[in-house]
């Protein structure tokens, strides 16, 4: 099995900024791709940002600009930087891998969620 940990969430003011971080650990034989989605109160799960194992990155037309996400692939860990936080980005983040977990078997593997609030 593979295990997804966050950190990092809390309260923020509006215009601040955040990172969450995530580590992947378990029977990983090779990670595809890292990525943190969000879900608002009331509202569905939503993309936020991947990376892939080559680097390449895919944003979220609503955070494009404010956010970026880094990954290490020796430590199988990503982070994602949020600026300029809204109220609008108050959500459960949570981390996405999928991952081979042998040559030919893979699965993609979600984290218990870190939780995000941007109140003044």
């Known amino acids: 099995q593979v295990q997804l940990v966050e950190s990092g969430g809390g309260l923020v003011q509006p215009g601040g900024s955040l990172r969450v971080s995530c580590a992947a650990s378990?029977?990983?034989?090779?990670?595809?791709?890292m990525g943190w989605y969000r879900q608002a109160p009331g509202k569905q799960r939503e993309l936020v940002a991947t990376?892939?194992?080559?680097?390449?990155?895919n944003y979220a037309d609503s955070v494009k600009g404010r956010v970026t996400i880094s990954r290490d692939n020796a430590q199988n860990t990503v982070s994602l930087e949020i600026h300029s936080l809204e109220p609008e980005d108050t959500a459960v983040y949570y981390c996405?891998?999928?991952?081979?977990?042998?040559?030919?078997?893979?699965?993609?593997?979600w984290g218990q969620g870190t939780e995000v609030t941007v109140s003044s």
């Open positions: 996405n891998a999928r991952v081979y977990t042998d040559m030919t078997n893979w699965g993609d593997y």
């Open positions: 990376v892939n194992a080559g680097g390449g990155r």
């Open positions: 378990g029977s990983i034989f090779r990670i595809i791709a």
